[in-house]
Nanobody
Framework: QVQLVESGGGLVQAGGSLRLSCAAS????????MGWFRQAPGKEREFVAT????????YYADSVKGRFTISGDNVKNTVYLQINRLKPEDTAVYYC???????????????????WGQGTQVTVSS
C-alpha cells in the first residue's frame, strides 16, 4: 500500500500562486508516475499533470500549460504542483495519485492510477 497526503491548498486571490505538496509513504516507493488531478463542484475529475518518477519527464493538460509546474523530490518521496497566475476557474479539490506500472506515453485518466490522496481544497477568489 502507498499512502498519499496532499497539503498546501487554501484561499488565494486571482493572480496569486500556490504550491501543493503530496507526500508518499508506505511500501518501498518505486512507482512510475505521480499525477495531479482536480475536481470542481459539479464537474468530473480532470487530469492536470503527471511526472515519471524515475526520469522526471512531465506532461500537462493543455488548460494548465504555462501556469502549472509539476516536480518531484525522490529523497522526500514528495511531488509538488506549483500553480501561478491562479484563476477562479482553478477552484477545485486537487488530488495526487500514483501509478505503479510503466506504460507507453503518460497516464492521463483517473483509472490509470492505483493510489489516491484525500485531496486539498484550492479556492481562488476574483
Amino acid at each position: 500500500q502507498v499512502q498519499l497526503v496532499e497539503s498546501g491548498g487554501g484561499l488565494v486571490q486571482a493572480g496569486g500562486s500556490l504550491r501543493l505538496s503530496c507526500a508518499a509513504s508506505g511500501r518501498p516507493f518505486s512507482s512510475y508516475y505521480m499525477g495531479w488531478f482536480r475536481q470542481a463542484p459539479g464537474k468530473e475529475r480532470e487530469f492536470v499533470a503527471t511526472i515519471s518518477w524515475r526520469g522526471g519527464n512531465t506532461y500537462y493538460a493543455d488548460s494548465v500549460k504555462g501556469r502549472f509546474t509539476i516536480s518531484g523530490d525522490n529523497v522526500k518521496n514528495t511531488v509538488y504542483l506549483q500553480i501561478n497566475r491562479l484563476k477562479p476557474e482553478d477552484t477545485a479539490v486537487y488530488y495526487c495519485a500514483v501509478r505503479r506500472l510503466l506504460k507507453p506515453g503518460f497516464p492521463t485518466t483517473s483509472y490509470e492510477y492505483d493510489y489516491w490522496g484525500q485531496g486539498t481544497q484550492v479556492t481562488v477568489s476574483s
